[in-house]
């Protein structure tokens, strides 16, 4: 399968993802995108099989009193695609700090 050719938005927020970033809110507030790109992309993303996702357990939605967040997680293919979109973005490297817990 070769790696596809992402968008700048889209190659941000994979890298964002793979920095450790792994919901939307998250990666909105690291990347400074709007909810109307970054969810949008997410769900392109996921259907190539770059991320996949899962909602977190409602009980720990509700012990931290919010709405249920949906964990992004990066594949192999998605490694391979966010190297490829730093290559072709150099900038990359250096937009998105990697998260510290």
């Not at 700048?8 to 993802?17: E, Q």
């Not at 099989?49 to 977190?56: C, G, I, N």
Request: charged letters at 25%; a positive charge; one cysteine or more.
């Amino acid at each position: 399968m070769s790696t596809p050719r992402l968008s700048h938005s889209a190659a941000l927020i994979l890298k964002s993802l793979s920095l450790g970033y792994c919901f939307g809110f998250d990666v909105m507030e690291v990347t400074g995108l709007p909810s109307g790109t970054v969810y949008p992309a997410l769900r392109r993303l996921e259907r190539d099989e770059l991320v996949v996702s899962k909602w977190e357990p409602e009980e720990e939605a509700a012990s931290n009193q919010r709405p249920a967040r949906r964990y992004y997680e990066v594949t192999r293919e998605g490694k391979a695609a966010a190297l490829a979109a730093t290559q072709r973005y150099p900038l990359l490297a250096r937009l998105v700090p990697e998260k510290h817990s």
